[in-house]
């Protein structure tokens, strides 16, 4: 069974769901999105662990944001 994982770097939050090929959301965890590149990397990197408490396998981890991102 493949699950991979999705980061959704929003205004207010960073959101992320652990998903089965056919969609079904197996976890979910969610942050107050901070101001700044260092702090934004290292929420996203609190997000997968904790997805990962609850689902060890994560094939895979996209990321996705409004806007242009240049780093």
Known sequence: M?????????GTNLRAAAVLVDGT?????SVLAPA???ALRDSMVTLIQDLREEVPELAA?????????DR
Request: proline share 0%; aromatic share 4%.
């Open 2 to 10: 493949t699950i991979t994982a999705g980061i959704d770097i929003g």
């Open 36 to 38: 700044g590149w260092v």
């Open 25 to 29: 959301i197996v976890a979910e965890a």
């Open 61 to 69: 981890v996209g990321v996705g944001a409004a806007g242009m991102v």
